[in-house]
């Protein structure tokens, strides 16, 4: 069964940086793309960043750009998101979701994704 924890989240000021991890147990992450989603409250879960198992492909929202890291560690079967100059509209949850090797293409559409973590609340104050 594929499970995902998220993990990192917390308060940070604005400007500030965080890095989120999201661990894989019960498969094997290195035949995973892994994509980094985001809800904010009232709105729509939006893709944040995907990165191909390869880790050859990399993704990002525009509103993310230049902020945003996404990596990989497949030995200890761990993607990460650093984030960097968070601004107060970074605040959301924010969840990694897990499909099997296809290139990050239709990344950022939920339906893509076959595994979902729980989420990992992301607030930056202004």
């Known amino acids: 069964q594929l499970q995902l924890v998220e993990s990192g989240g917390g308060l940070v000021q604005f400007g500030g940086s965080l890095r989120l991890s999201c661990a894989a147990s019960?498969?094997?992450?290195?035949?995973?793309?892994i994509g980094w989603f985001r809800q904010a409250p009232g709105k729509e879960r939006e893709g944040v960043s995907c990165?191909?198992?390869?880790?050859?492909?990399?993704n990002y929202a525009d509103s993310v750009k230049g902020r945003f890291t996404i990596s990989r560690d497949n030995a200890k079967n761990t993607v990460y998101l650093q984030m960097n100059s968070l601004k107060p509209e970074d605040t959301a949850v924010y969840y990694c979701?897990?499909?099997?090797?296809?290139?990050?293409?239709?990344?950022?559409?939920?339906?893509?994704?076959?595994?979902w973590g729980q989420g990992t609340q992301v607030t930056v104050s202004s």
């Open positions: 019960g498969f094997t992450l290195a035949y995973y793309d």
């Open positions: 979701a897990a499909m099997f090797r296809s290139s990050c293409i239709g990344w950022g559409r939920r339906s893509s994704f076959d595994a």
């Open positions: 990165i191909s198992s390869s880790g050859g492909n990399i």
